[in-house]
């Protein structure tokens, strides 16, 4: 996706799950403004804004939509613990800082980005050495950024507790909130047969038999935690899509086209 594709799918809040309430990002006043499209009038409407022309073409008043002209604050978080540093031929990381990078790089001159770590908000070029953990970000998040801040967190979310839950949708309700979601390496086939040693990416070991029927339940399994955490979400109001470690950018086209 373009980088001005990009933001103006942000200002539009284009493919953002709405919730009832406060869900809608604050509008801000700008110096200017790009013309969208006509659509039929709607009460409440500014009649300022309607198009008399085509109103009379059409029979029926017609209001010109507009994209306010903005600045907008970027922020975003990367999920750098042990379960993201996998991959078959480089790390899901890896993939994670390129959307990160993407991300940033739809910014014009004005906007403001701002990176989200556990334990501060620094600037996306600043250094940090604070372990990932997602409550702490989700938190930290909740309470810096903004009203109708565009947020992005990219992770494989196997962390995502129900405290995190109802941060994300307090986040949700007052920014623009995208998550993506780092596909398992091993999404398409698991490679391992026969007795083997495993370790988990984020600690502990097990001897277990692998044989067909165990690679077909793992894959089984990989797909249904994927749905599963797309849909759920989606529910609380982020915007959601998938990411393989061979290309990360390209996710973000995924989340807004």
């Not at 984020?202 to 797309?230: C, D, K, N, S, Y």
């Amino acid at each position: 996706m373009a980088h001005s594709s990009l933001r103006d799918a942000l200002l539009r809040g284009k493919r953002r799950p709405r919730r009832f309430g406060a869900g809608s990002p604050t509008t801000y006043r700008g110096d200017g403004y790009e013309f969208v499209e006509l659509r039929t009038y709607v009460p409440g409407d500014d009649v300022r804004r309607i198009d008399w022309a085509a109103t009379a073409r059409a029979g029926e008043l017609q209001t010109r939509v507009v994209l306010e002209d903005v600045a907008l604050t970027l922020a975003s978080f990367v999920d750098d613990s042990p379960s993201m540093r996998v991959g078959r031929k480089r790390m899901l990381l890896d993939a994670a800082l390129e959307v990160q990078d993407a991300w940033y790089g739809a910014s014009q001159s004005g906007d403001r980005l701002l990176r989200i770590t556990s334990g501060n908000v620094t600037h996306p070029a600043a250094a940090t050495q604070d372990p990932f953990e997602l409550a702490a970000v989700l938190a930290v998040a909740n309470a810096a950024l903004p009203r109708g801040a565009a947020l992005l967190g990219v992770s494989d979310w196997l962390d995502l507790e129900p405290e995190c839950e109802e941060m994300m949708v307090r986040l949700a309700q007052r920014c623009d909130c995208t998550a993506l979601i780092a596909r398992d390496p091993w999404y398409e086939r698991l490679p391992l047969h026969g007795f083997v040693r495993l370790r988990g990416a984020e600690g502990g070991h097990a001897r277990i038999w692998i044989g067909r029927p165990e690679r077909e339940r793992f894959a089984r399994a990989v797909r249904e935690r994927e749905r599963t955490l797309q849909t759920r979400l989606a529910a609380l109001g982020w915007r959601t899509a998938v990411f393989e470690e061979h290309d990360g950018a390209a996710a973000l086209h995924d989340a807004f086209a």
